[in-house]
Protein backbone atom coordinates (compact mmCIF):
# COMPACT_ATOMS: atom_id res chain seq x y z
CA UNK A 1 0.00 0.00 0.00
CA UNK A 2 1.26 3.41 -0.62
CA UNK A 3 2.05 5.12 2.73
CA UNK A 4 3.75 8.51 1.15
CA UNK A 5 2.11 11.70 3.08
CA UNK A 6 -0.32 14.43 1.16
CA UNK A 7 1.37 17.57 0.85
CA UNK A 8 -0.65 20.82 -0.07
CA UNK A 9 1.07 23.21 -1.67
CA UNK A 10 1.09 26.90 -1.26
CA UNK A 11 1.56 27.85 -4.95
CA UNK A 12 1.51 32.08 -5.30
CA UNK A 13 2.12 31.66 -9.50
CA UNK A 14 5.87 32.57 -9.04
CA UNK A 15 9.06 30.42 -9.43
CA UNK A 16 10.07 29.77 -5.51
CA UNK A 17 6.32 28.17 -4.79
CA UNK A 18 6.68 26.13 -8.42
CA UNK A 19 10.00 24.68 -7.65
CA UNK A 20 8.36 23.74 -3.82
CA UNK A 21 5.95 21.58 -5.88
CA UNK A 22 8.70 20.10 -8.23
CA UNK A 23 10.72 19.10 -4.75
CA UNK A 24 8.02 17.69 -3.16
CA UNK A 25 6.80 15.95 -6.14
CA UNK A 26 10.79 14.57 -6.84
CA UNK A 27 10.60 13.35 -2.78
CA UNK A 28 7.67 11.42 -3.74
CA UNK A 29 5.09 13.01 -2.08
CA UNK A 30 1.57 13.32 -3.10
CA UNK A 31 0.52 16.57 -4.05
CA UNK A 32 -2.02 19.02 -4.70
CA UNK A 33 -1.29 23.03 -5.52
CA UNK A 34 -3.50 25.80 -3.64
CA UNK A 35 -3.67 29.28 -4.71
CA UNK A 36 -5.04 31.97 -2.32
CA UNK A 37 -7.57 34.59 -3.11
CA UNK A 38 -7.03 37.37 -0.75
CA UNK A 39 -7.98 41.01 -1.85
CA UNK A 40 -9.88 42.69 -4.77
CA UNK A 41 -13.57 44.39 -5.04
CA UNK A 42 -15.29 41.67 -3.93
CA UNK A 43 -13.39 41.65 -0.34
CA UNK A 44 -15.83 41.11 2.86
CA UNK A 45 -16.69 43.38 5.65
CA UNK A 46 -13.86 43.86 8.36
CA UNK A 47 -16.42 45.70 10.43
CA UNK A 48 -15.30 43.29 13.58
CA UNK A 49 -11.60 44.68 13.52
CA UNK A 50 -10.28 46.89 16.83
CA UNK A 51 -11.08 50.50 17.00
CA UNK A 52 -7.95 52.48 17.62
CA UNK A 53 -6.66 55.70 18.03
CA UNK A 54 -7.61 58.15 15.41
CA UNK A 55 -8.95 55.35 13.07
CA UNK A 56 -11.94 52.46 12.59
CA UNK A 57 -12.19 49.72 11.02
CA UNK A 58 -12.78 50.06 6.97
CA UNK A 59 -15.65 48.66 6.23
CA UNK A 60 -17.19 46.74 2.83
CA UNK A 61 -17.30 49.76 0.56
CA UNK A 62 -13.66 50.84 1.52
CA UNK A 63 -11.95 47.28 1.09
CA UNK A 64 -9.50 47.82 -1.62
CA UNK A 65 -10.57 46.99 -5.36
CA UNK A 66 -7.32 47.56 -7.63
CA UNK A 67 -4.47 45.82 -5.73
CA UNK A 68 -5.70 42.39 -6.65
CA UNK A 69 -3.67 39.03 -7.40
CA UNK A 70 -2.96 39.57 -10.86
CA UNK A 71 -4.75 36.95 -12.84
CA UNK A 72 -1.48 35.82 -14.79
CA UNK A 73 -0.21 35.12 -11.08
CA UNK A 74 -3.09 32.49 -10.80
CA UNK A 75 -2.73 30.93 -14.38
CA UNK A 76 0.86 30.65 -13.69
CA UNK A 77 0.34 28.93 -10.55
CA UNK A 78 -2.65 26.59 -12.74
CA UNK A 79 -0.44 26.20 -15.70
CA UNK A 80 2.51 24.39 -12.95
CA UNK A 81 0.41 21.78 -11.55
CA UNK A 82 -1.10 21.33 -14.96
CA UNK A 83 2.32 20.52 -15.75
CA UNK A 84 3.13 18.07 -13.37
CA UNK A 85 -0.36 16.11 -13.40
CA UNK A 86 -1.63 17.25 -9.82
CA UNK A 87 -4.70 19.60 -8.99
CA UNK A 88 -5.01 22.93 -8.77
CA UNK A 89 -7.37 24.53 -5.70
CA UNK A 90 -8.17 28.11 -5.09
CA UNK A 91 -9.23 28.82 -1.62
CA UNK A 92 -10.44 32.54 -1.07
CA UNK A 93 -10.17 34.27 2.13
CA UNK A 94 -10.58 37.66 0.84
CA UNK A 95 -12.94 38.61 3.94
CA UNK A 96 -10.35 37.08 6.74
CA UNK A 97 -7.57 38.60 4.58
CA UNK A 98 -9.39 42.14 4.89
CA UNK A 99 -10.40 41.84 8.95
CA UNK A 100 -6.74 40.23 10.09
CA UNK A 101 -3.94 42.15 8.04
CA UNK A 102 -5.44 44.91 6.12
CA UNK A 103 -7.32 46.52 8.69
CA UNK A 104 -4.36 46.21 11.33
CA UNK A 105 -1.96 47.46 8.69
CA UNK A 106 -4.82 50.73 8.25
CA UNK A 107 -5.38 51.27 12.22
CA UNK A 108 -1.53 50.75 13.16
CA UNK A 109 -0.22 53.45 11.54
CA UNK A 110 -2.95 55.82 12.82
CA UNK A 111 -1.34 54.67 16.12
CA UNK A 112 1.78 56.16 15.29
CA UNK A 113 3.14 52.45 14.76
CA UNK A 114 5.04 50.89 11.51
CA UNK A 115 3.35 47.38 11.10
CA UNK A 116 4.73 44.30 9.02
CA UNK A 117 1.72 43.40 6.92
CA UNK A 118 3.50 40.42 5.56
CA UNK A 119 3.91 38.72 9.21
CA UNK A 120 0.35 39.52 10.10
CA UNK A 121 -0.27 37.16 6.95
CA UNK A 122 1.68 34.37 7.79
CA UNK A 123 0.57 34.01 11.36
CA UNK A 124 -3.27 34.60 10.48
CA UNK A 125 -3.62 33.67 6.70
CA UNK A 126 -0.80 31.20 5.28
CA UNK A 127 0.03 29.18 8.60
CA UNK A 128 -3.73 30.01 10.10
CA UNK A 129 -6.49 29.46 7.32
CA UNK A 130 -4.55 28.07 4.80
CA UNK A 131 -2.74 25.42 7.24
CA UNK A 132 -6.10 24.84 9.18
CA UNK A 133 -7.56 24.08 5.72
CA UNK A 134 -5.10 21.83 4.67
CA UNK A 135 -5.41 19.73 7.69
CA UNK A 136 -9.02 19.26 7.46
CA UNK A 137 -8.55 18.31 3.86
CA UNK A 138 -6.85 15.67 4.79
CA UNK A 139 -3.27 16.70 4.25
CA UNK A 140 -0.21 15.96 6.50
CA UNK A 141 1.41 18.91 5.78
CA UNK A 142 1.39 22.06 4.24
CA UNK A 143 4.45 23.32 1.78
CA UNK A 144 5.67 26.62 0.78
CA UNK A 145 8.28 28.44 -0.92
CA UNK A 146 9.62 30.33 1.65
CA UNK A 147 13.50 30.23 2.49
CA UNK A 148 13.73 29.16 6.14
CA UNK A 149 14.42 25.40 7.91
CA UNK A 150 12.47 23.10 10.42
CA UNK A 151 14.39 20.34 12.81
CA UNK A 152 13.57 18.11 14.83
CA UNK A 153 15.08 17.32 17.94
CA UNK A 154 13.99 14.05 19.00
CA UNK A 155 15.38 13.58 22.43
CA UNK A 156 13.45 17.09 23.09
CA UNK A 157 10.59 16.06 21.11
CA UNK A 158 11.24 19.62 19.70
CA UNK A 159 10.76 21.65 15.92
CA UNK A 160 13.61 23.96 15.88
CA UNK A 161 12.96 27.32 13.52
CA UNK A 162 15.97 27.49 11.68
CA UNK A 163 17.16 30.29 9.05
CA UNK A 164 17.85 29.33 5.48
CA UNK A 165 21.22 28.16 3.98
CA UNK A 166 20.63 31.26 1.59
CA UNK A 167 21.32 33.98 3.81
CA UNK A 168 20.76 37.28 1.25
CA UNK A 169 16.86 35.27 1.00
CA UNK A 170 16.65 33.63 4.89
CA UNK A 171 12.88 34.63 5.95
CA UNK A 172 13.28 33.11 9.13
CA UNK A 173 12.49 36.46 10.44
CA UNK A 174 8.84 36.47 8.88
CA UNK A 175 8.61 32.81 10.71
CA UNK A 176 8.91 33.86 14.11
CA UNK A 177 5.46 33.13 15.26
CA UNK A 178 5.31 29.75 14.21
CA UNK A 179 4.74 27.23 17.45
CA UNK A 180 5.52 23.51 17.55
CA UNK A 181 1.87 22.59 16.34
CA UNK A 182 2.43 24.44 13.60
CA UNK A 183 6.30 23.53 12.32
CA UNK A 184 4.87 19.98 12.99
CA UNK A 185 2.95 20.39 9.74
CA UNK A 186 5.03 22.17 7.42
CA UNK A 187 7.72 21.60 5.12
CA UNK A 188 9.94 24.13 3.80
CA UNK A 189 11.66 22.41 0.64
CA UNK A 190 13.83 25.35 -0.75
CA UNK A 191 15.47 25.97 2.59
CA UNK A 192 18.32 23.87 1.62
CA UNK A 193 19.01 25.90 -1.78
CA UNK A 194 20.16 29.41 -2.73
CA UNK A 195 17.96 31.68 -5.06
CA UNK A 196 20.36 31.24 -7.88
CA UNK A 197 19.95 27.05 -7.51
CA UNK A 198 16.23 27.37 -7.18
CA UNK A 199 16.04 29.40 -10.70
CA UNK A 200 18.23 26.59 -12.16
CA UNK A 201 15.92 23.78 -11.17
CA UNK A 202 12.78 25.58 -12.74
CA UNK A 203 14.93 26.19 -16.15
CA UNK A 204 16.15 22.78 -15.98
CA UNK A 205 12.55 21.66 -15.40
CA UNK A 206 10.94 23.52 -18.00
CA UNK A 207 8.42 25.61 -15.53
CA UNK A 208 6.95 28.62 -17.08
CA UNK A 209 7.92 31.01 -14.08
CA UNK A 210 11.55 29.96 -14.25
CA UNK A 211 12.19 33.41 -15.35
CA UNK A 212 9.25 35.58 -13.36
CA UNK A 213 10.29 38.52 -11.54
CA UNK A 214 10.07 38.75 -7.87
CA UNK A 215 7.59 41.23 -6.15
CA UNK A 216 8.95 43.50 -3.78
CA UNK A 217 6.11 45.61 -2.66
CA UNK A 218 3.43 44.69 -0.25
CA UNK A 219 0.82 42.82 -2.40
CA UNK A 220 -2.14 44.65 -1.45
CA UNK A 221 -0.07 48.15 -2.47
CA UNK A 222 1.60 47.30 -5.52
CA UNK A 223 2.72 51.03 -6.04
CA UNK A 224 3.69 51.02 -2.37
CA UNK A 225 2.35 54.47 -2.01
CA UNK A 226 0.81 52.88 1.71
CA UNK A 227 0.27 56.73 3.12
CA UNK A 228 -2.49 56.71 -0.55
CA UNK A 229 -3.65 53.59 0.51
CA UNK A 230 -4.92 54.58 4.04
CA UNK A 231 -6.31 57.66 2.76
CA UNK A 232 -8.40 56.08 0.40
CA UNK A 233 -9.54 53.56 2.67
CA UNK A 234 -9.36 53.94 6.07
CA UNK A 235 -13.21 55.30 7.14
CA UNK A 236 -11.99 58.00 9.70
CA UNK A 237 -10.54 61.08 8.40
CA UNK A 238 -6.99 62.19 9.46
CA UNK A 239 -6.62 64.54 12.32
CA UNK A 240 -3.69 66.88 12.14
CA UNK A 241 -1.49 67.67 14.94
CA UNK A 242 1.89 69.28 15.33
CA UNK A 243 5.54 69.17 14.64
CA UNK A 244 7.65 69.91 17.42
CA UNK A 245 11.52 69.54 18.41
CA UNK A 246 13.00 67.52 21.32
CA UNK A 247 12.15 70.23 23.58
CA UNK A 248 8.68 70.70 22.51
CA UNK A 249 8.96 73.94 20.21
CA UNK A 250 6.89 74.05 17.99
CA UNK A 251 8.38 73.55 14.51
CA UNK A 252 5.13 73.34 11.89
CA UNK A 253 1.97 71.35 11.33
CA UNK A 254 1.18 67.89 9.61
CA UNK A 255 -2.16 66.57 8.23
CA UNK A 256 -2.14 62.93 9.24
CA UNK A 257 0.31 61.11 11.27
CA UNK A 258 0.37 57.78 9.10
CA UNK A 259 2.60 60.00 6.45
CA UNK A 260 5.34 59.58 9.33
CA UNK A 261 8.00 57.08 10.24
CA UNK A 262 10.21 56.64 12.58
CA UNK A 263 13.64 57.56 11.63
CA UNK A 264 11.87 59.41 8.39
CA UNK A 265 14.34 62.62 6.76
CA UNK A 266 11.67 63.79 3.78
CA UNK A 267 8.64 65.34 3.57
CA UNK A 268 8.55 66.24 7.15
CA UNK A 269 7.45 69.60 5.80
CA UNK A 270 9.71 71.56 8.10
CA UNK A 271 13.39 73.29 8.07
CA UNK A 272 15.96 74.47 10.30
CA UNK A 273 18.98 75.07 8.50
CA UNK A 274 20.10 71.26 9.23
CA UNK A 275 18.89 67.25 8.56
CA UNK A 276 15.94 66.29 10.56
CA UNK A 277 14.50 62.70 11.75
CA UNK A 278 11.41 61.83 12.83
CA UNK A 279 12.12 60.05 16.48
CA UNK A 280 8.72 60.12 18.00
CA UNK A 281 5.22 59.65 17.19
CA UNK A 282 2.71 60.21 19.37
CA UNK A 283 -0.91 59.16 18.30
CA UNK A 284 -2.75 60.05 20.75
CA UNK A 285 -1.43 64.07 21.61
CA UNK A 286 -0.96 64.37 17.86
CA UNK A 287 2.51 65.07 17.87
CA UNK A 288 5.43 64.58 16.04
CA UNK A 289 8.99 64.84 17.58
CA UNK A 290 11.74 65.75 15.09
CA UNK A 291 15.52 65.94 15.92
CA UNK A 292 19.15 65.42 14.65
CA UNK A 293 20.03 61.94 13.76
CA UNK A 294 21.82 61.05 16.89
CA UNK A 295 17.89 61.54 18.64
CA UNK A 296 17.30 57.97 17.08
CA UNK A 297 20.09 55.89 18.76
CA UNK A 298 18.85 54.03 21.60
CA UNK A 299 19.74 50.50 23.62
CA UNK A 300 16.72 49.04 24.26
CA UNK A 301 13.13 47.90 23.16
CA UNK A 302 10.25 46.57 24.96
CA UNK A 303 8.15 43.83 23.41
CA UNK A 304 4.19 42.71 23.21
CA UNK A 305 2.90 40.11 21.47
CA UNK A 306 5.75 37.53 22.34
CA UNK A 307 6.50 34.22 20.61
CA UNK A 308 8.76 31.32 21.38
CA UNK A 309 9.36 28.60 18.98
CA UNK A 310 11.39 27.16 21.55
CA UNK A 311 11.06 28.04 24.90
CA UNK A 312 13.36 25.39 25.98
CA UNK A 313 15.72 27.73 24.90
CA UNK A 314 15.11 31.09 26.52
CA UNK A 315 16.41 31.84 30.30
CA UNK A 316 16.04 34.64 32.47
CA UNK A 317 18.65 36.66 30.38
CA UNK A 318 19.56 35.40 27.53
CA UNK A 319 22.38 36.36 25.46
CA UNK A 320 21.37 36.51 21.18
CA UNK A 321 21.28 38.32 18.27
CA UNK A 322 18.35 40.38 17.44
CA UNK A 323 16.86 42.20 14.32
CA UNK A 324 14.16 44.17 14.08
CA UNK A 325 13.43 44.96 10.15
CA UNK A 326 13.67 41.97 7.67
CA UNK A 327 17.02 43.86 5.72
CA UNK A 328 19.08 44.87 9.08
CA UNK A 329 21.57 42.87 10.27
CA UNK A 330 21.80 41.07 13.57
CA UNK A 331 22.85 42.86 16.77
CA UNK A 332 24.42 41.13 19.69
CA UNK A 333 22.01 42.01 22.66
CA UNK A 334 19.95 40.20 25.56
CA UNK A 335 16.80 39.02 25.89
CA UNK A 336 15.54 40.04 29.14
CA UNK A 337 12.19 38.07 31.24
CA UNK A 338 10.71 40.68 33.21
CA UNK A 339 8.44 39.22 36.34
CA UNK A 340 5.25 40.63 34.63
CA UNK A 341 5.92 38.06 31.80
CA UNK A 342 6.99 40.72 29.26
CA UNK A 343 10.38 41.03 27.27
CA UNK A 344 13.10 43.66 26.93
CA UNK A 345 15.63 43.64 24.11
CA UNK A 346 19.11 45.04 25.67
CA UNK A 347 21.68 45.92 22.87
CA UNK A 348 25.18 45.71 23.26
CA UNK A 349 25.45 48.79 21.19
CA UNK A 350 23.05 51.57 20.20
CA UNK A 351 20.58 50.66 17.22
CA UNK A 352 19.37 53.19 14.84
CA UNK A 353 15.13 54.04 14.46
CA UNK A 354 13.56 51.15 16.38
CA UNK A 355 10.42 51.88 15.17
CA UNK A 356 6.78 50.57 17.78
CA UNK A 357 4.78 47.94 15.41
CA UNK A 358 7.91 46.60 13.62
CA UNK A 359 9.11 42.81 14.72
CA UNK A 360 12.09 41.97 16.98
CA UNK A 361 13.23 38.39 16.57
CA UNK A 362 16.18 36.58 18.64
CA UNK A 363 18.51 34.17 17.20
CA UNK A 364 20.99 32.29 18.69
CA UNK A 365 23.03 30.99 15.63
CA UNK A 366 20.80 29.72 13.01
CA UNK A 367 17.73 29.22 15.42
CA UNK A 368 15.29 31.42 16.10
CA UNK A 369 14.33 31.33 19.57
CA UNK A 370 11.83 34.48 20.55
CA UNK A 371 9.94 37.19 18.95
CA UNK A 372 7.81 39.85 19.30
CA UNK A 373 6.55 43.58 18.27
CA UNK A 374 8.61 46.50 19.30
CA UNK A 375 5.50 48.35 21.90
CA UNK A 376 8.15 51.27 23.27
CA UNK A 377 11.65 52.00 22.85
CA UNK A 378 13.93 52.63 26.12
CA UNK A 379 16.97 53.91 26.59
Known sequence: MDCMPRVLVAMSGGVDSSVALLLMLEAG??????????????????ADAPDTVDAAPVDAAAAPAAAAPADAS???????????????RTLDLRELFAKKVIAPFINSYAQGETPNPCIDCNREIKFGALLD??????????????????????????????????????????????????????RFPLGELTKNEVRELA????????????????????????????????TVEAKPGEIVDSHGKLLGYYQSIADFTIGQRRGLGV????????????????RVT?????????MKVLLRDIYTPDHHALQTVTEVTAKYRYRTPEAVARLVMMDNGRFEVH??????????????????????VAGGVIAKVRG
Open 74 to 88: LEDAALVCAQFGVEH
Open 29 to 46: YHCDGVTLKLHDAAASSI
Open 347 to 368: FAEPQKALTPGQSMVCYQGEQV
Open 290 to 298: VEAESGLLH
Open 133 to 186: YAIEQGFDYLATGHYARISYEAKQSIYRLLKAVDSTKDQSYMLYQLGQDELSHL
Open 203 to 234: VAAGLPTATKAESQDICFIPDNDYQGFIREFS
Open 271 to 286: AVGHPLYVTDIDAVNH
